[in-house]
């Protein structure tokens, strides 16, 4: 792959970010921050920070979307501090991790800075309060990394404890703990379609999809240390950076590796970044290098050469370059292909050799396409044999040789064949309706004796009789179910002209209801779904329409009567429900007050957070979210409390009312911390109070003032 543009710098480069305004955001090992024009790599401007990372494998530095704020780990990792970029200032901290901070991520809106430690634990610190907003549950090990959905509503933390912990930020809860792995998570990025990807120290790449909590695949290939990795804009490919300089390609549709070395480098990858807008990928080495590569490097040569049929020399640059496969150029290259073969097959099919022969010469140099061609040649050497036999009347004989070249099926003369015999065996079968007419279908059929094909087929329509009879009559009827179960134990009625109209009806219906669907329709496609449900072929994905459009429907219905309370349980139940207006709309509108609950939670003020969240209280999908929102308020009240210097029994008695409401956790832990050490007289014990949990709250609980 050779380098579009490129530009050295000092210090290995650890963060890329593209900026909105297409600047160009670049950050060094000594948090040095640079932000460049993007087409000519000019600096426009920058600052710098007092802060040596000499770790970077995990991320040590992140920032906002338009880098007005950004998170970063102190130089002895002690700290997760927030700064404003405009002013270059500390404007918040958080310091209370055990041993070292491990990772810094901001979230995609912008909201909170994250971080995860070697105590496990991860903390969510509100960028516009300035305060601590929440905590993940923990991990049991070192947090190694954090990351975020697109939508910012799905977080993936990867641990030494071999777990991926899926939390949600709309059920502030874990979905699913995903294990999987044999050794510790080392990294997880987010794809699309509800997939993850994660990785771990044994270089075991696993996809999951997070959704279900379920192994998609496990992907081959991974031979050193991942330190970075992203995807293209598409979603098509995962690109991962290692520790040697190699970068891997992999394709998301079927996880096969592309790519080994699809870059290789002699420093380390260090910071991955992909433009949607040129289709370049940007690396980042821990030698300072910036470099640009177009991930379809050399399509406009390849379009050349297809003009002037250089078909081999296009395949030896998509060996260079594999993802070359998967441009326009490449696939009407393969389109090619596809009616040459045709057109030589059809020139085998009248025995001009030669002229297929001269069709095919500009792929036979091609190693995928030789031995096709040679294959393809070979076995239309006996074709005319084959003709021969049907023109005779030699049935038998014919069948069988479409056994040993299986390729005779795709021709006329086959197809002729097998409409012929469809007739005969349809014509065969309304003459076995009547006992007198037995001899009759036996002499129809009887050029067919002997063919291993269609043995069996004769022999069960010329037997069962009945079968037919009660098909045709559950056909006539409508009744799907009796038909498909007949079909099932007696596969002869496949051959019948009445299961060629069924399938054809079955098709038309599952195209209709989907057209209705989208129209809109839902009531008229439930009518169609109910009966394309009994075609067997059909019956997993009926069923799962159905299922769809009925939550659709009583979401809708819910939303439409302003039962907020059911709707928003449906909403949480089905992701896709927010694809669509109404559900863009109530999440909005969550999103919209969780941001004023924000404020009056870092205050501590009860009262306007009883106003703002009162809608939500018997929503039973919100009722963790809920619960957590007041902990965290309340643990505002009691770090107020310790702060004045409230007297050490109110403080006790609010420490002991919070684990009465929400169990001992991580929060109240590390706030007795602080309390102990300012109040050292007190005989309080933790672990002598009766325990809890979030999940056993109740708004009853709900009080004004934690201390009292």
Known sequence: MKVNKEKKFKDAIIKIKILPNRTLLLADSKSVVKFLDIKTLGLKSGFKLNIDHLEYKNSVIDFSSDASYFGVLSSNRREARLYDAKTKKMIAKNDRHKGETTCVVIDPKDKYVLSGGEDGRIYALSIETRKMAFMLPSHVDTVNDISFSDNAQWIATSSYDKKVHIF?????????????????????????????????????????????????????????????????????????????????????????????????????????????????????TKDGDILFYNI????????????????????????????????????????????????????????????????????????????????????????????????SNKLGLAYSMTLKHPVYKDSKVYQSLEARWKKDFNLAQKYTSDAKGTQTAKDILAPYRGTTQKTKLIQELLSKIEVHKRFRKSVEKKDFKICFELIKQHPFLKELLDYEKLITFADSMYIQSYKLIEQGDNESALKILKVLIDFSDFTLEAKELMANIEVKQNFLNAFNGGNIESAYNYLSENEELQEIAEGIKLQEDWDKDMAIAGRYTADGNILELNHILNKYMKIDSKKIAIANIYSWCYIAQLEKAIKDKKDQSSIENGIKNYIAFFGLQDQIEDLFIIFKKLYKDSTLDLELESKTSTAAWKTSDIVNSILK
């Not at 250089?310 to 150029?329: F, G, R, S, V, W």
């Not at 030589?344 to 792929?363: C, M, P, R, Y």
């Not at 239309?380 to 003709?387: H, I, L, N, T």
């Open 168 to 284: 949600s930020t709309t059920m502030m809860g874990i979905k699913h703990k995903l294990i999987g792995h044999s050794s510790p998570v080392i990294k997880s990025h987010f794809l699309s379609k509800h997939r993850l990807m994660s990785i771990d120290n044994n270089n075991n790449g696993i996809i999951w999809d997070y959704y279900k909590g379920k192994v998609i695949a496990r992907l081959e290939g991974i031979h050193d240390d991942v330190f970075k990795m992203t995807t293209s804009s598409d979603g098509r490919f995962l690109f991962l950076g290692t520790k040697l300089g190699y970068i891997l390609v992999y394709e998301l549709e079927t996880y096969k590796m592309l790519s080994s070395n699809y870059i290789k480098l002699t420093s380390s990858i260090t910071a991955l970044e992909f433009d949607k807008d040129t289709d370049e990928l940007i690396v980042g």
């Open 296 to 391: 379809y490097e050399g399509e406009a040569v390849i379009k050349g050469l297809l003009q002037s049929k250089k078909y081999e020399e296009i395949h030896l640059h998509t060996e260079q370059n594999p993802l070359l496969e998967y441009t326009k150029t490449y696939k009407f290259l393969g389109d090619l292909w596809d009616i040459t073969l045709k057109k030589a097959i059809h020139l085998l099919e009248v025995s001009d050799k030669k002229g297929a022969e001269n069709l095919l010469k500009h792929f036979n140099n091609i190693p995928s396409k030789q031995s096709i061609i040679k294959n393809i040649l070979t076995e239309y050497a006996e074709f005319d044999k084959f003709v021969l036999l049907v023109k």
